[in-house]
């Protein structure tokens, strides 16, 4: 494959691509690789694989994309023996890109901890800068569990030419732990969706909503939110928690056992999952979203819930905490807390008309603030600098 583009090439390396070996996961990274239309890009998408006979190499994404790369890696669960795993995805990755002729001029990792150890040698290889973006989930399971990693670690941000926070909140933990210049640091949160935003005046009271992936119900804070409900009755007896998203029977059965066991069969609804278009229809007529996910990368819904005009709950030191602590429609919580998230939903049910106000008469600033054309301007100027050209 020889590069005939006049665009200047970008290598995406992540493991968060649909491609042909795993057709579900977010869109966050594809939206922000394919929205980008002043430059040219090829995406090494990774899945992690036990068994080595497993790897492979496919071309495309499944989807009608030749500039994806679908990509098995060997790697053990846990991040156990993580660095030679993402050195041998750098062997794998120089070697496709030398037999296609496929010529790179920047490479941007879209993990610093897990892609960037991959895509560090392999820029020194090809003799190009490195970009990578840093999202606190798993960056801070791997400061936390592999400390022994931290030469490695300050080894990558040594060779990047600039450090793209996902994660707003984590960049004051990583520059405790590394000295980074600031003048290499951004931030660069996920996009809003492309479909229609809208808000309305219109809403029922006291009834919230929660989006999630009930596969990892945990994770994402329902156990906990549900005992935090049940105390928020005492106070708002007429309250309602709509639960969307999908998840296998087993969890689904799961589930409902906890919360029949709680008693709340009358106030809560399982109401399995809908499309992005369908789901921002509905939106608007929630007093507000509760989501409080224990380390969350940054978090979509948030977003769109906001533009719809209904406040959130969200958890402090993960998410989108750090992206909207200028907007006071909003309850950041604990969420190993109880008491923190009952709190929380009390202030929601208090404050939902006001709180839901503002948002309305402030639409266009929330939007602005996440708009996509300003970070990929902000993003296509950086890539000029380092590449000293002209877009």
Not at 261 to 274: A, I, S
Not at 363 to 372: C, G, S, V
Request: with cysteine; glycine share 4%.
């Amino acid at each position: 494959m020889n590069d005939l583009s006049p665009k200047p090439r970008v290598l995406h390396i992540s493991a968060d691509y649909p491609d042909a070996n795993r057709a579900e996961t977010t869109q966050a990274v594809r939206t922000f690789v394919r929205s980008n239309a002043e430059l040219d890009y090829f995406v090494i998408s990774l899945n992690r694989v036990t068994n080595p006979f497993k790897c492979n190499s496919i071309q495309g994404d499944d989807q009608g994309d030749p500039q994806v790369l679908s990509m098995r890696y060997w790697g053990f669960p846990y991040g156990l023996l993580l660095a030679l795993s993402m050195l041998i995805v750098a062997f794998r990755a120089h070697r496709m890109l030398r037999r296609q002729h496929i010529k790179v001029d920047l490479i941007h990792a879209h993990k610093l901890t897990f892609e960037g150890l991959a895509a560090q040698p392999l820029a020194r290889w090809l003799k190009v800068p490195l970009v990578v973006s840093v999202r606190g989930e798993a960056e801070s399971k791997v400061l936390q569990f592999k400390p022994h990693y931290k030469s490695l670690i300050k080894r990558v941000l040594e060779d990047s030419a600039r450090v793209l926070y996902v994660s707003a909140w984590f960049r004051p933990i990583l520059n405790r732990h590394f000295d980074i210049p600031a003048e290499k640091q951004a931030l660069l949160p996920n996009f809003v969706s492309e479909n229609s935003v809208s808000s309305s005046n219109a809403f029922e009271r006291d009834h919230f909503v929660t989006i999630l992936d009930l596969n990892v119900f945990r994770k994402k804070g329902l156990d906990r939110l549900l005992l935090a409900f049940t105390q928020c009755l005492k106070q708002c007896p007429n309250a309602k928690l709509d639960i969307i998203g999908r998840g296998s029977e087993q969890v689904i059965a799961e589930v409902l056992v906890l919360i029949v066991g709680l008693g709340l069969q009358d106030r809560v609804k399982l109401l399995g999952t809908f499309d992005n278009a369908e789901l921002l229809q509905r939106l608007p007529h929630y007093a507000a979203l509760v989501l409080p996910s224990h380390n969350e990368t940054f978090g979509m819904v948030y977003v769109e819930a906001l533009l719809s005009g209904i406040p959130i709950l969200y958890s402090k030191s993960t998410g989108i905490d750090g992206f909207v602590d200028w907007i006071p429609a909003k309850v950041g919580v604990d969420p190993a807390s109880i008491k923190s998230i009952t709190e929380g939903l009390n202030n929601l049910l208090e404050h939902q008309e006001a709180y839901r106000q503002w948002l309305i008469e402030n639409q266009q600033a929330i939007q602005a603030n996440f708009d996509r054309d300003t970070y990929l301007s902000q993003y296509n100027k950086t890539i000029r600098e380092l590449l000293g050209c002209v877009i």
